[in-house]
């Protein structure tokens, strides 16, 4: 999982090539003024995307962030949010995926863009 998104409380609830969900506190995660800081989206997204961008990469193979971008529209303040994260590309060299964030009433809180190059284990 890695150890950033394990200080941070992610845990993961499914996994397969369709989706990768998991869920985050807010709790220990938030900004100075009680939201949560979007720092944190934007972790909890890069660990989805590259969580499901290794499970596409295969045997043999890894991804790699090389790109990421995130819209916050709204802001969690407490209990946990959720990450939906589903394939946009999946190719042999690049996958892109999109991860929505919602809160604990189902609010968007936050979308988020990743992009993983896939290379052969040397």
Do not use: F, W
């Not at 992610?10 to 990768?20: I, Q």
């Amino acid at each position: 999982m890695g150890e950033l998104a394990e200080k941070m409380g992610v845990r993961y609830t499914e996994a397969s090539d369709e989706r990768v969900v998991a869920t985050m506190p807010v709790e220990g995660n938030r900004q100075p003024i009680g939201l949560l800081h979007g720092g944190a989206y934007v972790v909890l997204g890069e660990s989805l995307g590259s969580m499901a961008a290794n499970m596409h990469a295969g045997e043999g193979r890894y991804a790699v962030g090389v790109d990421i971008n995130a819209t916050h529209t709204s802001s969690a303040t407490s209990g946990l949010v959720t990450g939906v994260c589903t394939p946009i590309h999946l190719g042999r060299t690049l996958t892109v995926h999109e991860i929505i964030v919602t809160d604990e009433r189902g609010r968007r809180c936050s979308t988020i863009r990743i992009t993983n190059l896939i290379r052969d284990r040397a």
